[in-house]
């Protein structure tokens, strides 16, 4: 087959990865209770219209209360582990980790975005997605990435981890039944993407 094609650097980079059981159930229902011990807040974002890109609840797990720290150190070795294998981005740290709430009652959905941002010299080099609920305590809430013709659905299985460059276009889409669960987060350095 005939190519017109010469990669400047033999490493091709991967367009997303994964990981089960990053968090068993147990861990994950832990996760969901923060939650329900703190107050969700409205997780609108506004693309410059009228209608909200993102319908959810929110809310973000500080990293300074040692008892959530168990959390941040396996987000931590799982990105760590996964950059390694497949990205081999210049990482600092995560920015924040935040459990978002999608209800069929408000037809909970994230529209397509991306994640990337740069911020006083500070830029989102990967994103990641946990799945915190069970497949079947809810129907749609696809975590959707748009990297070609048809979009890759991410992997539903509880306690998995899917990551991607913060570039990637991608959304959550509707969830018609039940509520959908996920701790999501962001990786960021003071270097440019190489």
């Known amino acids: 087959m005939k190519s017109y094609d010469y990669y400047l650097n033999s490493q091709i980079s991967e367009t997303w990865a994964g990981a089960p059981n990053v968090f068993n159930p147990s861990e994950c229902e832990k996760i969901i209770k923060l939650g329900n011990n703190e107050t969700f807040k409205e997780g609108l974002v506004n693309s410059g219209s009228s209608d909200p890109i993102r319908k959810s609840q929110i809310f973000f797990i500080e ?8 959390i941040f150190e396996r987000c931590a070795d799982m990105i760590q582990n996964i950059n390694y294998d497949f990205f081999q981005f210049d990482l600092q740290k995560i920015e924040v980790l935040q459990v978002g709430k999608y209800e069929s009652k408000d037809s909970g959905y994230y529209g397509k975005h991306i994640d990337a941002l740069r911020q006083s010299g500070i ?35 509880r306690g998995s981890i899917t990551v991607f460059p913060s570039y990637t276009l991608h959304e959550v889409t509707p969830v018609t039944k039940g509520t959908r669960y996920s701790l999501v987060g962001w990786v960021t350095s003071a270097t440019k993407f190489k």
């Open 123 to 157: 830029f989102r080099k990967l994103s990641f997605s946990v799945q915190l609920s069970r497949t079947e305590d809810y129907e749609g809430g696809d975590l959707l990435l748009h990297l070609g013709k048809d979009p890759d659905v991410a992997p539903r299985d």
């Open 63 to 70: 990293s300074s209360d040692l008892e959530n720290s168990w």
